[in-house]
């Protein structure tokens, strides 16, 4: 009885099992490697979010710029590149804005513990500030536009206007 229920639960696991994983290598989309440099003014623009978009296959590859402004674009795995073909590319970067705020005695009925937000405390939520020209940060007013083509490496690099 032992073994007849072992084998009626190896044949409703191993199907459940199979199914699971990232999806094969021949129904995924192929990528191309794809790298660069941004600059704004002139500068290397560090800590920025580059998205490139193709509208064709609907895909995205996603990049972060370093300190000297480089990035790689990755769109299944780290670092694989983008979908070939025309791009629309936003970059976004923002810079906290801390808003000064006094702290009362943790003796005063003033005191809010820091993160607690009373009921009927009226906390401002300051929104980030952004630290590039807002028309990169949207396709529909994003000037940067680029071609990823079939080949090993695509260097693109991008130099922002205002």
């Known amino acids: 009885m032992k073994s007849i229920l072992t084998i009626i639960l190896s044949f409703a696991i191993v199907p459940l099992v199979a199914g699971c994983g990232s999806k094969s ?11 660069g ?3 704004w003014k002139g500068n ?11 509208a064709e296959s609907e895909k995205s590859a996603f990049g972060r710029t370093d300190d000297q402004g480089r ?3 990755t769109t299944f795995s780290a670092n694989d590149g983008a ?4 791009q629309v590319i936003t970059v976004t970067k923002t ?4 808003e000064p705020t006094a702290v009362a005695e943790t003796d005063s009925t003033e005191y809010v513990p820091p993160g607690l937000i009373q009921p009927g405390h009226n906390r401002k939520v300051v929104k980030p500030k952004p630290a590039l020209p807002e028309k990169f940060s949207s396709q529909s007013t994003s ?14 690099d991008l130099n922002l206007d205002d």
């Open 71 to 73: 990035y790689q674009l």
């Open 143 to 156: 000037t940067l536009t680029a071609v990823v083509e079939e080949k090993n490496k695509n260097v693109i």
């Open 95 to 98: 810079e906290a804005t801390a």
């Open 37 to 39: 440099q941004l600059t």
């Open 44 to 54: 290397p623009v560090a800590g920025a979010d580059l998205v490139f978009f193709n």
């Open 83 to 86: 979908v070939a073909g025309q």
């Open 25 to 35: 290598d021949s129904n995924q989309i192929e990528v191309f490697p794809v790298s």
